[in-house]
C-alpha cells in the first residue's frame, strides 16, 4: 500500500497543502489524474468549489484532478482511477454519504491493491479502523461508525494538548481518547498538526515536525519521534 | 414541567454541584428522594461511584440518591421515582445504554407528567431534541441519536468561544454548530459553563452569569441575556 494520513490540510499562517508537497509529490509519483472526495465539506462550500481548492493545489505538480461527485457512476470512476484525496471536513457527513452510496469497500480494496491515497483531518479518519475517535461533531448519522481500516489502528487529527490556562471543564482531548479505550481495545495515534503517517507496503511510521502521542489500552501515552515505526 | 438542563456540573475552582445549589432546591423542591442516571460516565470511576458522588452533594439539602444502575426493574423504578438526575460524561454512551435499556420514553413520560428533571452535561444533551450537537467524541455507536426533546431544541453545554491566540486548525465551537444547521433545521442554545436553562411549565428561559449564544438556520448567531424566554 501507499498511503500518506496528514493531521490537517493547512498549517495555522500557511497555503493549503503546502507544508506537505514534497510528500504528496513522492506519493502520488507516477499519477497524471486523481480523484477527490468532497463529501466531508457541510456548508460555506460547494462540492464543486470544495474540488477546485484541491485541484487548484495539483496544478502546481502537474496532476489533474476530478471530484468523486462529478460522475454518473461513482464505484466505476473509484475503480478506474490512479489516485485518490479525501479532504477534510465533517467525518460523519463524510463516513454517512460514503456507506450510504457503498463507495467505502471500493476505494479501501483499490488502495489496498496499491492505488496512492491520501487523506486531510477527516479525510484521514476514514483510513483508520473506525471514526469513534474523531473530534467532529455528530450533526448527521452514519448507518455505521466502521471505516477502511488502511492502517490497523484508529488516528486522532488535530490532536490538541491540554491547554492549562483555560478555565473550561470540558473534557480534554486525552480525557476523551482514554474514555475510548475504557470501551474499545484499539491503539489510537495522536497526529498533532504538522505530522501525518505514511505507509509504503507493510511499513507504517508517523512523520513531520512534531512528536506523536500514541494511547493503548493499558499503558500510560507515549510519545514517539518522526520516522518512527508503528507496530501494534 | 419542571426541568433544569446545566451546562457543567462544575465551575473552574468549584466544588460540584455547588454554584447551583439553591436553584436545585427549588427543583426538587417536596422530593426527599431521587434516581441519579450514571450512565455517561465510561471509566476510572463505577456507577457506585459516581453515585455516591451525586449522594453526597444531595445529602446536604436531605434528598435522598438512588443509581438507576441499583435497581432489577429500571422501568419501574424510573415510574415509581419521585425527581431524576443524569450526570454528565460521554454522550454516546449515555445514549447508547438509555436506548438499548429502553429506558428513554420512560424517562420521558415522567418528566412531562410534572416529576422534576436536572441534568449536567450529558444529562442536559438528552433533554434536547437529538444529541447532534454534542461536543463528545463517539466512543460507541448508539442505535440512534433521538433524544427526549423535553425542550424544543438543542443544547451545545459548555459553549466556548473561539480563541484568537489558539493557532490550531481544528474547527470552532461556533463553525461546527454552523455546519448542523446546514443539515439540520433545529435552533442550538449555545450554555456557556455558569448558565443553565430552567423549564417551568410552558416557560423555558436561559439562567446563570453568562450570556447565551443562540444559533438559528438563517440568522446570525445572537447573545441573550439571564431570565430571557426562549421561543422558537
Request: hydrophobic share 35%.
Amino acid at each position: 500500500m501507499n498511503i500518506l494520513l496528514a493531521s490537517t490540510s493547512t498549517l495555522f499562517g500557511g497555503q493549503y497543502l503546502e507544508y506537505i508537497r514534497e510528500e504528496i509529490i513522492k506519493l502520488f509519483n507516477g499519477a497524471d489524474e486523481i480523484i477527490f472526495v468532497p463529501f466531508a465539506r457541510p456548508g460555506g462550500i460547494s462540492h464543486d468549489e470544495y474540488t477546485d481548492k484541491a485541484r487548484s493545489f495539483f496544478s502546481t505538480i502537474n496532476i489533474k484532478v476530478k471530484g468523486l461527485h462529478e460522475f454518473d457512476n461513482p464505484v466505476e470512476a473509484l475503480n478506474e482511477a490512479k489516485g485518490y484525496f479525501t479532504g477534510g471536513g465533517n467525518t460523519f457527513l463524510l463516513v454517512k454519504t460514503l456507506h450510504e452510496q457503498g463507495l467505502l469497500p471500493v476505494l479501501k480494496q483499490n488502495v489496498e491493491s496499491g492505488k496512492p491515497y491520501m487523506g486531510a483531518s477527516a479525510g484521514s479518519n476514514i483510513g483508520g479502523l473506525n471514526m469513534r475517535t474523531t473530534n467532529d461533531m455528530p450533526i448527521v448519522y452514519p448507518p455505521s461508525f466502521e471505516c477502511m481500516g488502511l492502517v490497523p489502528f484508529n488516528l486522532n487529527p488535530h490532536y490538541l494538548d491540554p491547554n492549562p490556562e483555560l478555565h473550561h471543564n470540558g473534557e480534554t482531548r486525552e480525557t476523551r481518547i482514554l474514555e475510548f479505550l475504557t470501551q474499545n481495545d484499539t491503539p489510537v495515534v495522536g497526529l498533532r498538526e504538522g505530522n501525518w503517517i505514511r505507509r509504503i507496503g507493510d511499513k507504517i511510521t508517523t512523520e513531520g515536525s512534531e512528536l506523536t502521542r500514541i494511547f493503548e489500552r493499558g499503558k500510560e501515552p507515549y510519545e514517539i519521534e518522526a520516522g518512527s515505526e508503528l507496530k501494534f
